[in-house]
Protein backbone atom coordinates (compact mmCIF):
# COMPACT_ATOMS: atom_id res chain seq x y z
CA UNK A 1 0.00 0.00 0.00
CA UNK A 2 1.24 3.30 -1.12
CA UNK A 3 1.58 6.46 1.52
CA UNK A 4 -1.09 8.93 2.13
CA UNK A 5 -0.46 12.19 3.28
CA UNK A 6 -2.95 14.37 5.03
CA UNK A 7 -2.15 17.87 5.54
CA UNK A 8 -4.28 21.07 6.39
CA UNK A 9 -5.85 23.07 3.23
CA UNK A 10 -6.79 26.11 5.14
CA UNK A 11 -5.03 28.28 8.10
CA UNK A 12 -4.47 25.11 10.32
CA UNK A 13 -7.38 23.56 13.04
CA UNK A 14 -9.47 21.97 10.15
CA UNK A 15 -9.88 19.06 12.00
CA UNK A 16 -6.98 16.82 10.53
CA UNK A 17 -6.97 14.73 13.66
CA UNK A 18 -10.21 13.40 13.50
CA UNK A 19 -9.58 12.41 10.76
CA UNK A 20 -5.72 10.51 11.48
CA UNK A 21 -7.67 8.55 14.08
CA UNK A 22 -10.48 7.61 12.11
CA UNK A 23 -7.86 6.24 9.20
CA UNK A 24 -5.64 4.87 11.61
CA UNK A 25 -7.95 2.21 12.32
CA UNK A 26 -6.62 0.75 8.94
CA UNK A 27 -3.19 1.85 9.31
CA UNK A 28 0.01 0.36 10.15
CA UNK A 29 1.79 3.73 10.82
CA UNK A 30 1.16 7.09 11.38
CA UNK A 31 4.12 9.76 10.95
CA UNK A 32 4.23 13.43 12.20
CA UNK A 33 6.98 14.97 9.62
CA UNK A 34 7.30 18.71 10.84
CA UNK A 35 6.04 21.27 13.27
CA UNK A 36 6.06 21.06 17.14
CA UNK A 37 4.24 21.43 20.12
CA UNK A 38 2.30 24.44 18.42
CA UNK A 39 -0.02 21.54 16.61
CA UNK A 40 -3.24 21.07 18.94
CA UNK A 41 -5.29 17.91 17.34
CA UNK A 42 -8.26 16.99 19.20
CA UNK A 43 -9.75 13.13 19.25
CA UNK A 44 -12.96 12.45 20.32
CA UNK A 45 -14.09 8.54 21.23
CA UNK A 46 -17.03 7.58 22.98
CA UNK A 47 -17.30 11.47 24.13
CA UNK A 48 -14.11 11.63 26.03
CA UNK A 49 -11.63 14.38 24.50
CA UNK A 50 -8.05 14.09 23.69
CA UNK A 51 -5.33 16.72 22.71
CA UNK A 52 -2.81 15.60 21.26
CA UNK A 53 0.54 18.13 20.47
CA UNK A 54 3.82 16.41 19.78
CA UNK A 55 2.40 12.16 19.90
CA UNK A 56 0.69 11.33 15.95
CA UNK A 57 -3.17 11.32 15.86
CA UNK A 58 -3.06 7.03 15.23
CA UNK A 59 -1.65 6.57 19.08
CA UNK A 60 -5.21 5.70 20.41
CA UNK A 61 -5.41 2.51 18.13
CA UNK A 62 -2.72 -0.25 19.79
CA UNK A 63 -2.07 -1.86 16.11
CA UNK A 64 -0.82 1.33 15.06
CA UNK A 65 2.52 2.24 15.38
CA UNK A 66 3.28 5.98 15.49
CA UNK A 67 6.37 8.00 14.48
CA UNK A 68 7.58 11.35 15.58
CA UNK A 69 10.28 11.91 12.64
CA UNK A 70 13.03 13.86 12.04
CA UNK A 71 11.17 17.16 10.46
CA UNK A 72 9.56 17.90 13.68
CA UNK A 73 10.77 19.58 16.24
CA UNK A 74 10.49 18.04 20.26
CA UNK A 75 9.95 19.93 23.79
CA UNK A 76 10.52 16.79 25.66
CA UNK A 77 8.63 17.98 28.45
CA UNK A 78 5.42 18.30 26.76
CA UNK A 79 6.33 14.54 24.98
CA UNK A 80 7.06 13.32 28.27
CA UNK A 81 3.73 14.58 29.70
CA UNK A 82 1.67 13.35 26.28
CA UNK A 83 3.09 10.20 26.91
CA UNK A 84 2.64 9.73 30.87
CA UNK A 85 -1.01 10.99 30.28
CA UNK A 86 -1.63 8.60 27.59
CA UNK A 87 -0.43 5.58 29.74
CA UNK A 88 -2.66 6.88 32.44
CA UNK A 89 -5.92 6.21 30.14
CA UNK A 90 -4.32 2.68 28.79
CA UNK A 91 -3.00 3.77 25.58
CA UNK A 92 0.86 2.83 24.88
CA UNK A 93 0.78 -0.36 26.18
CA UNK A 94 3.57 -1.26 24.10
CA UNK A 95 6.76 0.80 23.88
CA UNK A 96 7.22 -0.29 20.41
CA UNK A 97 3.84 1.40 19.18
CA UNK A 98 5.19 5.04 19.29
CA UNK A 99 8.85 5.92 17.68
CA UNK A 100 10.80 9.02 18.34
CA UNK A 101 13.73 10.16 16.09
CA UNK A 102 16.84 10.70 17.31
CA UNK A 103 17.57 13.29 14.52
CA UNK A 104 14.88 15.53 15.44
CA UNK A 105 16.11 18.81 16.53
CA UNK A 106 15.00 19.73 20.80
CA UNK A 107 13.28 22.73 21.65
CA UNK A 108 15.13 23.94 25.16
CA UNK A 109 13.94 26.41 27.74
CA UNK A 110 15.63 29.41 26.01
CA UNK A 111 14.03 29.06 22.58
CA UNK A 112 10.62 29.15 24.08
CA UNK A 113 11.72 32.77 26.18
CA UNK A 114 13.58 34.26 23.07
CA UNK A 115 9.93 33.26 21.12
CA UNK A 116 7.91 35.45 23.15
CA UNK A 117 10.27 38.05 23.89
CA UNK A 118 10.36 38.69 20.35
CA UNK A 119 6.57 38.73 20.23
CA UNK A 120 6.55 41.09 22.19
CA UNK A 121 8.66 43.41 21.14
CA UNK A 122 6.32 43.13 17.91
CA UNK A 123 3.96 44.99 19.67
CA UNK A 124 1.21 45.90 17.41
CA UNK A 125 3.34 43.67 14.59
CA UNK A 126 2.35 40.38 16.13
CA UNK A 127 3.02 37.38 14.22
CA UNK A 128 0.28 35.18 16.48
CA UNK A 129 3.34 32.76 17.19
CA UNK A 130 2.36 30.34 20.47
CA UNK A 131 5.44 31.27 22.16
CA UNK A 132 6.59 27.17 21.76
CA UNK A 133 9.80 27.98 20.78
CA UNK A 134 9.17 26.44 17.76
CA UNK A 135 10.48 29.38 15.29
CA UNK A 136 13.67 29.34 17.25
CA UNK A 137 14.58 25.85 17.20
CA UNK A 138 14.32 26.08 13.58
CA UNK A 139 16.92 28.63 13.09
CA UNK A 140 19.16 26.49 15.11
CA UNK A 141 19.07 23.64 13.19
CA UNK A 142 19.72 25.88 9.86
CA UNK A 143 22.43 27.28 11.62
CA UNK A 144 23.89 24.02 11.87
CA UNK A 145 24.42 24.21 15.67
CA UNK A 146 20.43 22.79 17.04
CA UNK A 147 20.75 20.25 19.67
CA UNK A 148 18.77 17.00 18.68
CA UNK A 149 17.55 13.95 20.85
CA UNK A 150 20.76 11.69 20.90
CA UNK A 151 22.10 14.12 22.33
CA UNK A 152 19.94 14.12 25.22
CA UNK A 153 21.53 10.68 26.44
CA UNK A 154 25.21 12.36 26.68
CA UNK A 155 25.25 14.77 29.14
CA UNK A 156 29.21 16.12 28.46
CA UNK A 157 27.63 16.54 24.81
CA UNK A 158 24.39 17.99 26.05
CA UNK A 159 26.37 20.75 28.51
CA UNK A 160 28.67 21.36 25.43
CA UNK A 161 26.15 22.12 23.08
CA UNK A 162 23.80 23.63 25.48
CA UNK A 163 26.72 26.42 26.52
CA UNK A 164 27.87 27.18 23.34
CA UNK A 165 24.09 27.97 22.47
CA UNK A 166 23.31 30.07 25.55
CA UNK A 167 25.78 33.01 25.24
CA UNK A 168 24.25 33.66 22.25
CA UNK A 169 21.12 33.43 23.56
CA UNK A 170 21.50 35.04 26.62
CA UNK A 171 23.18 38.29 24.82
CA UNK A 172 19.72 38.83 22.89
CA UNK A 173 17.96 38.37 25.72
CA UNK A 174 19.61 40.66 27.48
CA UNK A 175 20.96 43.50 25.48
CA UNK A 176 18.09 43.34 22.67
CA UNK A 177 14.79 42.04 24.46
CA UNK A 178 15.64 43.08 28.41
CA UNK A 179 14.83 40.00 29.73
CA UNK A 180 16.79 37.67 32.70
CA UNK A 181 19.25 35.52 31.07
CA UNK A 182 19.27 31.67 31.48
CA UNK A 183 21.93 29.03 33.64
CA UNK A 184 22.94 26.16 31.77
CA UNK A 185 22.38 23.87 34.80
CA UNK A 186 18.92 25.71 34.88
CA UNK A 187 18.03 24.21 31.54
CA UNK A 188 19.87 20.95 32.02
CA UNK A 189 18.02 20.03 34.92
CA UNK A 190 14.62 20.96 32.88
CA UNK A 191 15.48 18.91 30.49
CA UNK A 192 16.76 15.99 32.24
CA UNK A 193 13.29 15.43 34.37
CA UNK A 194 11.81 13.81 30.96
CA UNK A 195 14.53 12.08 29.56
CA UNK A 196 13.70 8.95 31.01
CA UNK A 197 10.13 8.89 30.04
CA UNK A 198 10.94 9.29 26.54
CA UNK A 199 14.18 7.15 26.18
CA UNK A 200 12.39 3.68 25.78
CA UNK A 201 11.43 5.31 22.60
CA UNK A 202 13.91 6.71 20.75
CA UNK A 203 14.90 4.99 17.92
CA UNK A 204 18.32 6.10 15.83
CA UNK A 205 16.76 5.79 11.92
CA UNK A 206 12.72 6.15 11.54
CA UNK A 207 13.70 6.86 8.02
CA UNK A 208 14.59 3.45 7.37
CA UNK A 209 11.58 2.08 9.44
CA UNK A 210 9.22 4.01 7.12
CA UNK A 211 10.99 3.16 3.97
CA UNK A 212 10.84 -0.86 5.22
CA UNK A 213 7.25 -0.14 5.76
CA UNK A 214 6.40 1.24 2.59
CA UNK A 215 8.71 -1.47 0.99
CA UNK A 216 6.63 -4.26 2.37
CA UNK A 217 3.41 -2.85 1.37
CA UNK A 218 2.06 -1.01 4.89
CA UNK A 219 -0.43 1.66 4.91
CA UNK A 220 1.12 4.65 6.10
CA UNK A 221 -0.29 7.78 6.91
CA UNK A 222 1.69 11.44 6.87
CA UNK A 223 0.20 13.73 9.50
CA UNK A 224 0.73 17.36 8.93
CA UNK A 225 0.56 20.42 11.20
CA UNK A 226 -0.66 23.52 10.79
CA UNK A 227 -2.48 24.70 7.38
CA UNK A 228 -0.74 25.28 3.98
CA UNK A 229 -1.87 29.28 4.05
CA UNK A 230 0.94 28.95 6.96
CA UNK A 231 3.78 27.46 5.08
CA UNK A 232 6.82 29.86 5.73
CA UNK A 233 7.39 29.49 1.96
CA UNK A 234 4.31 29.38 0.36
CA UNK A 235 1.69 30.62 2.83
CA UNK A 236 0.76 34.22 3.76
CA UNK A 237 4.26 35.06 4.59
CA UNK A 238 5.68 36.36 7.33
CA UNK A 239 2.22 35.48 8.92
CA UNK A 240 2.88 32.14 8.64
CA UNK A 241 4.50 29.12 10.94
CA UNK A 242 8.62 28.29 10.67
CA UNK A 243 7.98 24.85 8.67
CA UNK A 244 6.82 23.76 5.92
CA UNK A 245 3.52 22.88 6.09
CA UNK A 246 2.60 21.49 2.61
CA UNK A 247 2.76 17.97 1.74
CA UNK A 248 5.67 18.04 0.00
CA UNK A 249 7.31 18.11 3.11
CA UNK A 250 6.31 14.28 4.48
CA UNK A 251 8.79 13.26 2.08
CA UNK A 252 12.00 15.77 3.63
CA UNK A 253 10.45 15.49 7.03
CA UNK A 254 10.25 11.63 7.26
CA UNK A 255 13.26 10.62 4.86
CA UNK A 256 11.86 9.22 2.23
CA UNK A 257 11.25 9.61 -1.85
CA UNK A 258 7.97 11.03 -2.89
CA UNK A 259 7.32 8.12 -5.17
CA UNK A 260 5.54 6.01 -2.69
CA UNK A 261 3.35 8.92 -2.09
CA UNK A 262 -0.31 8.35 -4.13
CA UNK A 263 -2.79 10.47 -1.89
CA UNK A 264 -2.85 13.42 -0.40
CA UNK A 265 -5.85 14.18 1.86
CA UNK A 266 -6.80 17.98 1.99
CA UNK A 267 -8.82 18.81 5.14
CA UNK A 268 -11.02 21.96 5.23
CA UNK A 269 -13.75 23.13 7.17
CA UNK A 270 -17.11 24.03 5.59
CA UNK A 271 -16.03 27.54 7.07
CA UNK A 272 -13.29 29.19 7.66
CA UNK A 273 -11.00 29.84 10.78
CA UNK A 274 -7.57 31.44 11.02
CA UNK A 275 -5.43 32.45 14.47
CA UNK A 276 -3.40 35.08 15.30
CA UNK A 277 -2.64 37.90 12.98
CA UNK A 278 -2.23 38.05 9.30
CA UNK A 279 -4.67 38.66 6.61
CA UNK A 280 -8.16 36.61 5.79
CA UNK A 281 -10.54 37.94 3.13
CA UNK A 282 -13.70 36.09 4.30
CA UNK A 283 -13.41 37.27 7.90
CA UNK A 284 -17.08 37.44 9.55
CA UNK A 285 -16.07 40.36 11.96
CA UNK A 286 -19.93 40.80 13.48
CA UNK A 287 -22.60 38.33 15.09
CA UNK A 288 -22.41 35.65 12.33
CA UNK A 289 -18.43 35.37 12.48
CA UNK A 290 -19.45 35.28 16.46
CA UNK A 291 -22.17 32.24 16.00
CA UNK A 292 -19.87 29.99 13.90
CA UNK A 293 -17.10 30.62 17.16
CA UNK A 294 -19.57 29.94 19.58
CA UNK A 295 -21.55 27.11 17.83
CA UNK A 296 -18.00 25.03 16.26
CA UNK A 297 -16.33 25.97 19.54
CA UNK A 298 -13.43 27.72 17.91
CA UNK A 299 -11.03 28.22 20.63
CA UNK A 300 -7.33 27.40 19.73
CA UNK A 301 -6.55 23.57 21.69
CA UNK A 302 -2.83 24.54 22.42
CA UNK A 303 -3.16 28.58 23.23
CA UNK A 304 -6.95 28.75 24.25
CA UNK A 305 -7.38 31.98 21.78
CA UNK A 306 -10.45 32.50 19.88
CA UNK A 307 -10.40 31.85 16.26
CA UNK A 308 -11.30 34.84 13.72
CA UNK A 309 -14.22 32.85 11.51
CA UNK A 310 -15.58 33.44 7.95
CA UNK A 311 -17.48 31.69 4.97
CA UNK A 312 -15.51 29.29 3.20
CA UNK A 313 -12.69 30.17 0.67
CA UNK A 314 -12.39 28.81 -2.62
CA UNK A 315 -10.21 30.86 -3.83
CA UNK A 316 -7.59 29.70 -0.92
CA UNK A 317 -9.02 26.37 -1.67
CA UNK A 318 -8.03 25.76 -5.16
CA UNK A 319 -4.47 27.49 -4.27
CA UNK A 320 -4.26 24.77 -1.16
CA UNK A 321 -5.07 21.97 -3.78
CA UNK A 322 -2.61 23.07 -6.63
CA UNK A 323 0.46 23.71 -4.47
CA UNK A 324 -0.07 20.36 -2.28
CA UNK A 325 -1.02 18.23 -5.01
CA UNK A 326 -4.86 17.56 -3.06
CA UNK A 327 -6.25 14.59 -4.79
CA UNK A 328 -9.51 14.67 -2.60
CA UNK A 329 -10.91 16.38 0.40
CA UNK A 330 -12.44 15.74 3.97
CA UNK A 331 -15.27 18.37 4.46
CA UNK A 332 -15.34 19.19 8.26
CA UNK A 333 -17.73 20.81 10.44
CA UNK A 334 -20.87 21.21 7.99
CA UNK A 335 -23.08 20.75 11.39
CA UNK A 336 -21.89 24.14 12.69
CA UNK A 337 -23.51 25.77 9.31
CA UNK A 338 -27.20 24.63 10.55
CA UNK A 339 -29.48 27.33 11.42
CA UNK A 340 -28.06 29.49 9.09
CA UNK A 341 -30.83 31.16 6.80
CA UNK A 342 -28.27 31.21 4.32
CA UNK A 343 -24.16 30.55 3.54
CA UNK A 344 -21.84 32.55 2.08
CA UNK A 345 -18.91 31.38 -0.18
CA UNK A 346 -16.13 32.99 -1.63
CA UNK A 347 -15.56 32.35 -5.42
CA UNK A 348 -13.21 34.87 -6.20
CA UNK A 349 -11.65 38.19 -5.01
CA UNK A 350 -12.12 41.75 -6.20
CA UNK A 351 -8.37 44.03 -6.16
CA UNK A 352 -8.40 47.56 -7.68
CA UNK A 353 -11.80 46.81 -9.48
CA UNK A 354 -10.38 43.89 -11.06
CA UNK A 355 -12.01 40.49 -10.29
CA UNK A 356 -9.45 37.81 -9.89
CA UNK A 357 -10.00 34.02 -9.55
CA UNK A 358 -6.71 32.65 -8.64
CA UNK A 359 -4.85 33.26 -4.69
CA UNK A 360 -2.50 36.01 -5.00
CA UNK A 361 1.27 35.40 -3.35
CA UNK A 362 2.11 39.05 -1.76
CA UNK A 363 1.09 40.22 1.24
CA UNK A 364 -0.01 43.46 0.28
CA UNK A 365 -2.16 42.19 -2.72
CA UNK A 366 -4.19 39.54 -0.05
CA UNK A 367 -4.47 42.47 2.36
CA UNK A 368 -6.78 44.58 -0.23
CA UNK A 369 -8.42 42.25 -2.09
CA UNK A 370 -12.40 42.32 -1.25
CA UNK A 371 -14.11 38.91 -1.18
CA UNK A 372 -16.62 37.97 -3.56
CA UNK A 373 -19.59 36.19 -1.74
CA UNK A 374 -21.98 33.93 -3.81
CA UNK A 375 -24.91 33.20 -0.95
CA UNK A 376 -26.76 29.60 -0.79
CA UNK A 377 -29.92 28.50 0.69
CA UNK A 378 -28.96 27.12 4.95
CA UNK A 379 -30.80 23.92 6.51
CA UNK A 380 -32.26 24.62 9.99
CA UNK A 381 -31.38 20.14 10.45
CA UNK A 382 -29.32 19.12 13.13
CA UNK A 383 -26.76 16.76 11.41
CA UNK A 384 -24.67 15.62 14.33
CA UNK A 385 -27.36 12.75 14.63
CA UNK A 386 -26.83 11.93 10.90
CA UNK A 387 -25.58 8.79 9.53
CA UNK A 388 -26.03 8.17 6.00
CA UNK A 389 -25.22 10.90 3.31
CA UNK A 390 -29.05 9.77 2.03
CA UNK A 391 -30.17 12.07 5.25
CA UNK A 392 -28.45 14.69 4.64
CA UNK A 393 -30.82 17.74 3.96
CA UNK A 394 -31.39 18.48 0.44
CA UNK A 395 -29.44 22.11 0.89
CA UNK A 396 -26.50 20.64 2.24
CA UNK A 397 -26.02 18.25 0.10
CA UNK A 398 -26.49 20.90 -2.73
CA UNK A 399 -23.77 23.28 -0.70
CA UNK A 400 -21.02 20.19 -1.00
CA UNK A 401 -22.07 20.03 -4.44
CA UNK A 402 -21.11 23.18 -5.23
CA UNK A 403 -17.89 23.51 -3.21
CA UNK A 404 -16.82 20.11 -4.96
CA UNK A 405 -17.62 21.03 -8.10
CA UNK A 406 -16.61 24.91 -8.29
CA UNK A 407 -12.85 23.15 -7.00
CA UNK A 408 -12.46 19.98 -9.04
CA UNK A 409 -11.89 18.04 -6.69
CA UNK A 410 -14.04 15.18 -4.81
CA UNK A 411 -15.32 15.84 -1.62
CA UNK A 412 -14.94 12.22 -0.21
CA UNK A 413 -15.83 12.32 3.68
CA UNK A 414 -17.78 14.94 5.60
CA UNK A 415 -17.83 15.26 8.89
CA UNK A 416 -20.77 16.77 11.10
CA UNK A 417 -19.73 16.00 14.60
CA UNK A 418 -16.67 15.65 16.25
CA UNK A 419 -16.89 11.96 17.27
CA UNK A 420 -15.66 8.87 15.05
CA UNK A 421 -18.81 7.98 14.17
CA UNK A 422 -19.70 11.36 13.20
CA UNK A 423 -18.13 10.59 9.68
CA UNK A 424 -20.03 10.22 6.36
CA UNK A 425 -17.64 8.21 3.65
CA UNK A 426 -18.85 9.25 -0.21
CA UNK A 427 -15.61 7.17 -1.11
CA UNK A 428 -13.20 5.20 0.88
CA UNK A 429 -9.82 6.63 1.99
CA UNK A 430 -7.86 4.36 2.54
CA UNK A 431 -8.34 1.09 1.32
CA UNK A 432 -7.67 -2.77 2.85
Known amino acids: MSGVVVVGAQWGDEGKGKIIDVLSENADCVVRFQGGANAGHTLVVKGEKTILHLIPSGILHPQTTCIISSGCVIDVEILAKEIQKLKEQGFIQNPKQLMVSETATVILPFHKVLDSAREMALAKNKIGTTGKGIGPAYEDRVARKAIIVADLFDRETLKSKIEFNIREKNVLLEKLYNQPTIKVDQVI ?221 PIDVISVGPGREQTLWVKPLFNS
Not at 303 to 309: A, D, E, K
Not at 317 to 344: P, Q
Not at 373 to 380: A, D, M, Q, S, V
Open 189 to 409: DQVMSAIEEIKPYCTKDTSLFIHKALNNRKRVLFEGAQGTLLDVNHGTYPFVTSSSTIAGSACIGAGIGPTPLTKVIGITKAYTTRVGSGPFPTELDNEIGEKIRSEGFEFGSTTGRPRRCGWIDLIALKYAIRINGITSLALMKLDVLSSHKEIGVCTGYKINGEVITEFPTLLHELESVEPIIEFLPGWNQDLTKVTSLKDLPRFATQYIDYVGNHLAC
